[in-house]
């Protein structure tokens, strides 16, 4: 670790654990569910069985209306395709790097810290959204590396999707999921310009404490109204994919056997 990383480490650890209770009420640290969660545990370990294409394919069961809204519509990287799916709850960050904050180091020290203290607190599990406001620059600097990665996963995160770029893909945090709009090898002056607001990334527009599920494909947000419908829903897309993909796979496929699965499929409610 050099110099640079080592520094924003130990400022990113604020201190030993403590026997005291943390001040916050909703804020349980690591991926536990506080008692206050819209969502249960158990919906959101149903949603983790399903990528993110299939929820994608429930969504459109249980919401039709949200057929174009909601989700990546923009590739993203994902340098660690094999990692299961991911479910939590957004924390929302805008970022910018070919500037340098204007802020006091005291200040930058501050804003630093409150950052930490939002992203580690509220329901958890949660997911790191991070917008680049840098518009045609956007991922000039790499605010994720081996440090944001190990940090934001102490603090309770299971990964971050962002339009911004990343590095350090080698040390990067195991089991850390990553979507990000670019690599690249440096920093630049990248630096956290708010963090709780709405946020745009990759066409996908997120609120803090939004549901998210994302895997390699890109990600989405769920509605807690509706998020409990989806498992349910994702099983009968199963079921109806399933004669078409028998037909499909089998060496005695014909046109007609294959317009008999289609019908048998739609007849699948």
Known sequence: ?????????????????????PSWKSGENAVTNSASAPLSASVLEALARYDTPTVCNAMEIVAPERRLIGYTTKPLVCPFPDLPPIVGYARTVTIRSVVASGLPAAEQQKRRTAYYE??????????????????????????????????????????????GSIRDIPQWAPGFQALAGSIGPSHAWVHAESFG????????????????????????????????KLPDAAELCGRRETPILEIARSPS?????????????AEIH
């Open 1 to 21: 670790m050099d110099g640079f990383k080592m520094a924003v480490f130990k400022q990113a650890v604020f201190k030993k654990p403590s026997s005291k209770k």
């Open 197 to 228: 607001g709405e946020v745009r990334v990759a066409g996908m527009t997120v609120r803090s404490d939004d549901l998210i599920h994302a895997d390699c494909h890109g990600a989405i947000v769920i509605p807690h109204d509706i998020a409990a």
């Open 118 to 163: 939002y992203v580690g607190t509220g329901h958890g599990p949660r997911i790191s959204v991070i917008q680049d406001i840098d518009g045609p620059d956007a991922g000039y600097g790499a605010f994720w590396g081996e440090v944001q990665s190990s940090v934001h996963k102490a603090l309770g995160c299971l990964g971050v999707v962002t339009d």
């Open 253 to 265: 496929f014909t046109l007609e056997k294959l317009k008999e699965a289609l019908a048998r499929s």
